[in-house]
Structures are given as structure tokens and as C-alpha cells.
């Protein structure tokens, strides 16, 4: 290719999951439509995502599953591309796949199903997908669109869409790419953090509960007005697992978050019934039925539960009681964007259309999926904004 341009009507930065998805629709409207990616392979995430299973979407789809700055920005895109229209394009596929809790669905056999089912879309829309093509410099044109210079040339276009993910997990060539072209057209980017990821502890806590390391529990955990109860993880660096994920979209640095182990039960009632009824066991003997020995064993003081329970007294009880329903502990970080499943902040809502994804104050340039400030709980919430999201836009460029 000499240095003359190559005209499209749509080119689209981002060969993930929302950018695919645009390009599908936009392809299906009879639009010339290119896909540039600077990685060696399409929807990398896609094909990772839910331990290879891919967690699609969800059953139950709300606004209420999402973190913005701009809260109602989700509304519209959400309710016009909806769960059920992926659903069924999934079924037109005759794609395998089941529910699992809280309405999550996932492939039967491979996360693989659906990248395929996709770029077969994108293949029958007549959609060109470049990769390892990366972009060294964007300009706008002076009748309207845009001019990109890559490696191999320079491509303009009618409409550009920027589907360049976010920062997490840059072992798969996440960059800060898509937040660069906003900021260089005039467009606010909230700070971006890693989200749904594990949380590491303060060397102290971290020695403590290392050896928990592989213990899992069903708990709630809480953190100012956020409460999720699923699975808690330890591991050998802090604490992970669904609970922990879904909480640290909502964690700030400095805050504390608060476990009940015992999510089930009224332990006071239940400890004054073993009192009762064992009184010569020991403490840990009776907590053991509920919790695994081991954690009963750390988060309780040693001597505190080799105590028969007809020598506890209220003190010592209410002491227990809070330990199981109100542990608390200050983590110190999390594991950053190297596990984080997603990422919060990103470009500004309110400067971009919620339904059609067009920036406000530049037209023919829009920003879909998670390159935007919104951010799904864990559970299929992710790939539901990067199908609607990247539907709508594919709709209008």
C-alpha cells in the first residue's frame, strides 16, 4: 500500500468484544466498515473470559448492575439491545451454554463459541478486520470524518469508534490508547483504576492469614452501603474470590470492609443454645460446625477457643459474636490491573450521547464498551454493556 488513503465508512479501534459487535451491526446496514487491532488475534478477552466458558451475559439486567459517574447513562443502550437479543443470537448459533447463580450464563463448551459467532457476523456483514496494526497519529479532516495514520498507510473514514477496552490485564495489550484519543479531543477521562480484583493485606494481616491460603466461605461482605454475599476466597497474598471482586468496584483506598462469616445464622442465639446443650465443648468445637476449623482457629484468639462454653461469659460471647458477624479488616491495596477484571473510570458519559455513543462536541467519533466511565458488576454485566453499547453506535455510524 503507497500513501494514498483508503476510504471507509466506519473504522473501528478495538477488536474486543463491543468493537466486534459494533462493527457486525454497522456491516449489516450495508456500511464499508474496517476493524484495527495492534494485537495478533481478535476478542482476546472474549476467548480468556470465565475460565475459557465465558460469561455472556446475565438473566437479570439492570442499571443497578452498574458504576458511572453518570448513573442513568446505561438506561437506553441497555433496554434497546437487550439480554434477550443476545440470547438469541447466541441461539440462532446453536451455541451450548447454561445458568449458573445470580443468573450468570456461560458456554457449555468454549468462550471460543462466541468469538467465532461473532466474527462470522462481522465475516457475512462483509466487515474487514485488520491485526497487528497499530495507530500512529488521528486527525480530523476539514469536511467532516477523520484521517488515521498506521503503519501501513493512512485509512479515513466517516465515522471513527474507539472500542479499545481498558487497562486490565495488559498481558493481553491493554493500553491507555483509547483515553489518549479522548483527551486529545477535548473529552474529560475520569481516573482509571483496576476493578473487580482481588485485594492484597497489610504485612501484618497478610502473614496471619496466609495460611488460609485455598479456604473459601459463603459470606456477606460490606463496604459503606454495598453489600454482596457470594463466596470469599483466601489466598496467599489476601482476599479474592466473587464477594471480594464484586466489593472492590466500590473500595477505596484507607476504608475498611466488613465480613459476616455466619450470613445465615443469629450466632448469639446459637452459642447461648450450645452453652445449653454442650456446655463442657470447647469453643471452637461448636463454631467448627459452621466454619471451617482452620478459620475458626485464626479468627478467634488460640486461647479463647480451647474455653468449654459453660465458662464463657457475655463478654467473651459478644467478643465471638463479633468476629464471626462483624470482622473488619483495612486492606492494603488490591492486585492491580495484572488480575483486575475489568476497569473503573474511563471517558466521560456525560460528554457522550447515550444513544447513539456519539461524543457531543465531536461528530463522527464515538467511544463504546469499556473504554467509557461504566463499569458492570462481575456476572456477565461487562459484556452486556460491550453488546448493547456496541450495538447502538453500529446502528448510526
Request: proline content about 5%; charged content about 20%.
Amino acid at each position: 500500500m503507497s500513501g494514498e488513503s483508503e476510504e471507509f465508512d466506519v473504522v473501528i479501534i478495538g477488536a474486543g468484544a463491543s468493537g466486534l459487535m459494533c462493527a457486525a451491526s454497522a456491516g449489516q446496514r450495508g456500511r464499508r466498515v474496517l476493524v484495527v487491532d495492534h494485537a495478533r488475534k481478535a476478542g482476546n478477552k472474549i476467548r480468556m473470559s470465565g475460565g475459557g466458558k465465558c460469561n455472556f451475559t446475565n438473566m437479570d439486567v439492570s442499571s443497578e448492575n452498574y458504576l458511572s459517574h453518570n448513573p442513568h447513562f446505561v438506561k437506553s443502550a441497555l433496554s434497546r439491545y437487550t439480554q434477550w437479543h443476545f440470547i438469541e443470537l447466541v441461539g440462532k448459533y446453536n451455541i451450548p451454554y447454561h445458568e449458573r447463580d445470580h443468573g450468570q450464563l456461560f458456554c457449555d463448551d468454549s468462550a471460543k463459541d462466541i468469538l467465532d459467532m461473532l466474527l462470522d457476523e462481522c465475516r457475512g456483514a462483509g466487515v474487514e478486520i485488520r491485526l497487528k496494526s497499530g495507530i500512529e497519529q488521528i486527525t480530523q479532516r476539514g469536511g467532516g470524518g477523520f484521517e488515521l495514520t498506521t503503519g501501513q498507510g493512512v485509512i479515513a473514514c466517516h465515522s471513527l469508534v474507539v472500542a479499545t477496552g481498558g487497562l486490565s490485564i495488559p498481558t493481553m495489550g491493554a493500553t491507555p490508547f483509547g483515553y489518549q484519543v479522548a483527551e486529545q479531543f477535548g473529552i474529560k477521562v475520569w481516573p482509571p483504576s483496576a476493578g473487580l480484583v482481588p485485594f492484597t493485606l497489610r504485612p501484618n494481616d497478610r502473614e496471619r492469614y496466609a495460611p488460609l491460603s485455598g479456604i473459601a466461605v459463603d459470606a456477606v461482605v460490606s463496604c459503606g452501603d454495598k453489600r454482596f454475599r457470594e463466596n470469599v476466597l483466601f489466598t496467599h497474598r489476601g482476599l479474592s474470590g466473587p464477594a471480594i471482586l464484586q466489593i472492590s468496584n466500590y473500595w477505596q483506598t484507607g476504608e475498611t470492609i466488613t465480613i459476616d462469616w455466619l450470613p445465615e445464622q443469629n450466632p448469639a442465639a446459637e452459642l447461648q443454645e450450645a452453652q445449653r446443650q454442650h456446655p463442657k465443648q470447647q469453643l471452637k468445637t461448636v463454631i467448627s460446625r459452621w466454619l471451617p476449623q482452620r478459620l475458626v482457629t485464626t479468627l478467634l484468639a488460640k486461647a479463647l477457643c480451647e474455653v468449654p462454653m459453660n465458662q464463657l461469659g457475655k463478654p467473651e460471647l459478644e467478643a465471638v459474636v463479633k468476629a464471626l458477624s462483624n470482622w473488619q479488616i483495612k486492606p492494603n491495596g488490591t492486585e492491580g490491573y495484572r488480575t483486575a477484571e475489568v476497569t473503573t473510570g474511563g471517558v466521560d458519559c456525560n460528554a457522550i450521547s447515550s444513544k447513539t455513543m456519539e461524543a457531543k462536541e465531536v461528530p463522527g467519533l464515538y467511544f463504546i464498551g469499556e473504554v467509557l466511565d461504566v463499569t458492570g458488576w462481575l456476572g456477565g454485566y461487562n459484556f452486556q454493556w460491550a453488546w448493547s453499547s456496541g450495538w447502538c453506535a453500529g446502528e448510526v455510524v
